[in-house]
């Protein structure tokens, strides 16, 4: 069963960091790209970060130059380093990976973890 388990979310001081984790187990033939989405209360999920073949990275404007994603191969693991926090970004940050797997190319979400970023 191909499953993505993320961590390392919680609450954090305006300014601050964390980083998220979230690895793809089961059976994974290759991975296409992986990305981070976040949804806050009363708003729609939007687009964070993603990882395109390991190497090509995109960010949303409100995360340029704070936020860095980044991914371990052989751990088949997604991370997004988050920096100078503002309480703007305060979410559910969700994980998803696109992935070749035996059914064929299949997109997967985590469980979601809560990011909180208030004094």
């Known amino acids: 069963q191909v499953q993505l388990v993320e961590s390392g979310g919680g609450l954090v001081q305006p300014g601050g960091s964390l980083r998220l984790s979230c690895a793809a187990s089961?059976?994974?033939?290759?991975?296409?790209?992986m990305s981070w989405y976040r949804q806050a209360p009363g708003k729609q999920r939007e687009l964070v970060a993603i990882?395109?073949?390991?190497?090509?990275?995109r960010y949303a404007d409100s995360v340029k130059g704070r936020f860095t994603i980044s991914r371990d191969n052989a751990k088949n693991t997604v991370y997004l380093q988050m920096n100078s926090l503002k309480p703007e970004d305060t979410a559910v940050y969700y994980c998803?990976?696109?992935?070749?797997?035996?059914?064929?190319?299949?997109?997967?979400w985590g469980q979601g973890t809560q990011v909180t970023v208030s004094s």
């Open positions: 998803n990976a696109n992935m070749r797997v035996r059914d064929g190319i299949r997109s997967y």
């Open positions: 089961g059976l994974i033939f290759s991975i296409n790209h």
């Open positions: 990882i395109i073949s390991g190497v090509s990275t």
